[in-house]
């Protein structure tokens, strides 16, 4: 019923009378109330009023006087309302009412239907259009031909005036039309088959950012496990030292002998007594006295994996590592230690975990060209014709901060910029020895084992021993050009460029690698020669590359080559020829390979990564997104790559770290 809005009148004298009439209208609803109550239960003196409300409240009177009822009534007041639930229904069924009830905040978050069609319309336009033709034949080969009135109801135009030829286009649109109507319906199921699976997507998007979380804070926890490990077994190893001291020193007291009384005061001056004194004396048996303690590198027993669920071309950290020119770096495994070096004359160490410099590597006289990082050995080579190297596992360096963050997801908690100063002691214990022969800069070096082989600007490759520290083979390439000239009667043994001119700011010894015995070498005229150590003869060349070569490496089938023609090429070691080969726009100044990828510096902002499984080229680096205010991040000089952490080295000194 609607309700009537109800105006009050402004003036006095009719706002007295309008709530005079308003009274007089409750008074008489009351009457009206009052009447109706009388009728329905008057007093027992009356005989005129209801007898049934009577009779009614005598039986009531009736029951409640029985000890029974009265007992009952007595034991609901008693009872809890838990007992009460208990006594009319039973475990199994409070059970099932218990874990079939929701809450309100779920029924509250229960999401509302928007199909515009109905289950049963879904289901009839998934059904294939021939086979419900066949079902509809099939009825019909079943229905008595001669029945009148079914056919009446089937057709309705049968027993009318209308042509047949009209009949037939009725029934063709009646069909398109049904058609039509079951093509809307899937539309429609396929448009929200579409959004559920959207929200699905969604769902499993957030469940893996909390998955990677937890993945992180678990490596962190690893890695603090591994840092008590090291701890107790340097306090391990400190015990055993301490009881084989103690026991040395037990053993080098020898019991004193019996003496008589003339012999009590010694004659020092003889000398048996003084040899007996020497030969049975415990100051050479003492340990000498404990250096200080090096501390173990936290050194990674399992690996992280977590960058491996980044995608690909993910900012991991971006480091200012110099001012100037980044010539050479290398790091053990992914957030281990890197090791990077630059024309500023300085050699750092970094570890990748903090993204802090923990130390320098002093000792140098001139900026370092090449370096490599195996386990705790490093191995640098210098413009000042010397070879260094380290031992970072003797460094005093101790993490203060397990974290790693990808990009810049806390700022407050990424120092990047703003990088702490290391400690100018904390590498003073890491040189081994220096490696000095050759009489110009050194460009190129590789060693495995206790094996390095170095390229030097004096236009020879050198062997040296690690155990002995000393070089023990000296290969002359303008000797081995000439020998392979002479082999080809060329005529003269003059140094020959296979293409066109050496740049003359190329290294003359671009890139090597050494296994075991067999060495590759490639230099400035264009030429990889593979090296027998053995016989120190030159027993293949690789001829392709018409411009300095400046990077390579191989594995047991292939061999990967970088130049300055712009050009890569893959070759195949068992046969000696191309097996594959692309080229870029820019010179090539660096390339490494993994298991998947190969990554290279070509003279752009960019890191080129050609996909080997799939054969895809694409760009990884700070020059894929467009900079901020327009400025461009500068060229890529160098790039390394382990198991898809990548690092790559910029002409302006900053090291940007990345996932591919």
């Known amino acids: 019923m609607a309700s009537r809005k109800v105006v009050i009148p402004e003036e006095p004298q009719a706002r007295t009378l309008f709530w005079a009439q308003v009274f007089r209208q409750i008074e008489a609803f009351g009457r009206k109330v009052t009447t109706t ?53 039973s475990t199994t069924e409070i059970q099932h009412r218990a874990l079939t009830y929701l809450p309100d905040d779920l029924l509250r978050n229960i999401p509302k239907n928007e199909n515009v069609y109905s289950l049963f319309q879904g289901f009839q336009a998934t059904i294939p259009e021939e086979e419900e033709e066949e079902s509809q034949h099939s009825r019909k080969r079943h229905q008595k031909s001669d029945s009148r009135s079914r056919k009446l109801l089937e057709d309705p135009a049968i027993g009318s005036d209308e042509p047949a030829s009209l009949t037939n286009v009725r029934k063709d649109r009646g069909r ?22 959207d929200n699905k997507i969604s769902n499993l998007n957030t469940m893996r950012k909390i998955v990677l979380d937890r993945l992180g804070d678990i490596e962190q926890d690893e890695l603090q496990l591994e840092q008590e490990l090291l701890e107790l077994d340097d306090k391990l190893e400190e015990m055993v030292e301490e009881f084989d001291d103690a026991a040395t020193l037990g053993n080098a007291v020898t019991p004193p002998t019996e003496v008589g009384p003339e012999d009590t005061t010694p004659d020092h001056d003889t000398p048996d007594v003084d040899e007996s004194f020497m030969s ?29 669920h980044f995608e690909p071309g993910s900012n991991i950290r971006e480091l200012p590592a110099h001012n100037d020119i980044v010539t050479a770096l290398d790091f053990d495994v992914p957030f281990g230690t890197m090791v990077t070096a630059a024309l500023d004359d300085t050699v750092r160490v970094w570890d990748l975990n903090l993204g802090r410099c923990i130390g320098l590597l002093e000792g140098h006289h001139a900026s370092v060209r090449c370096l490599q990082v195996e386990d705790n050995i490093v191995a640098t080579g210098s413009m000042d014709a010397s070879i260094r190297l380290w031992d970072l596992g003797k460094a005093d360096h101790s993490p203060r901060d397990n974290r790693f963050t ?122 990889v020669r593979l090296w027998d150590l053995r016989s120190g003869q030159v027993h293949r060349s690789l001829v392709g590359h018409t411009g300095p070569v400046t990077c390579l490496q191989f594995d047991d089938v292939h061999l990967v080559t970088g130049s300055l023609d712009r050009s890569i090429r893959i070759w195949d070691l068992r046969t000696g020829s191309i097996y594959d080969a692309y080229a870029y726009d820019n010179p090539v100044t660096s390339m490494m390979f993994d298991s998947r990828r190969i990554v290279s510096a070509a003279g752009e902002n960019v890191v080129k990564i050609y996909d080997k499984t799939d054969g895809r080229h694409w760009d990884c680096g700070a020059g894929v997104a467009p900079g901020k205010d327009g400025q461009q991040p500068a060229t890529v000089e160098k790039v390394r790559i382990k198991d898809g952490y990548l690092t790559e080295g910029r002409k302006d000194g900053v090291v940007g770290i990345w996932t591919c």
Request: hydrophobic fraction near 35%.
């Open 37 to 89: 109550a009388n009728q329905l239960i008057g007093p027992l003196s009356d005989p005129s009023s209801s007898v049934h409300y009577q009779h009614a409240m005598t039986e009531l009177q009736k029951e409640l006087r029985r000890p029974g009822i009265q007992q009952r009534v007595f034991s609901y007041a008693k009872a809890s309302p838990t007992e009460l639930v208990r006594s009319k229904l």
């Open 176 to 197: 398109t039309n049904r058609r039509l109507e079951m093509m809307t319906v899937r539309k429609n199921m396929c448009s929200a088959e579409i959004r559920e699976i």
């Open 280 to 308: 049975a004396s415990i100051y050479e048996k003492l340990p000498s006295p404990k250096s200080n303690k090096r501390q173990k590198p936290t050194r990674r027993k399992s690996m992280p994996i977590r960058h491996e």
């Open 406 to 527: 990808k990009g810049n997801e806390d700022p407050e908690e990424d120092d990047v910029d703003e990088p702490q100063a290391p400690q100018s002691s904390s590498m003073q214990n890491c040189p081994l020895f220096s490696l000095e022969a050759h009489v110009d800069e050194v460009t190129a070096l590789h060693f495995r084992g206790d094996v390095l082989v170095s390229g030097s600007a004096d236009k020879t490759l050198r062997q040296w021993d690690l155990v002995k520290g000393r070089c023990v083979q000296t290969l002359d390439v303008l000797w081995a050009a000439a020998q392979a000239s002479a082999t080809l009667n060329s005529g003269d043994g003059q140094w020959r460029a296979t293409g066109r001119l050496p740049d003359a700011s190329a290294d003359f010894v671009g890139a090597i690698q050494c296994f075991d015995a067999a060495l590759a070498c490639g230099t400035a005229d264009g030429m």
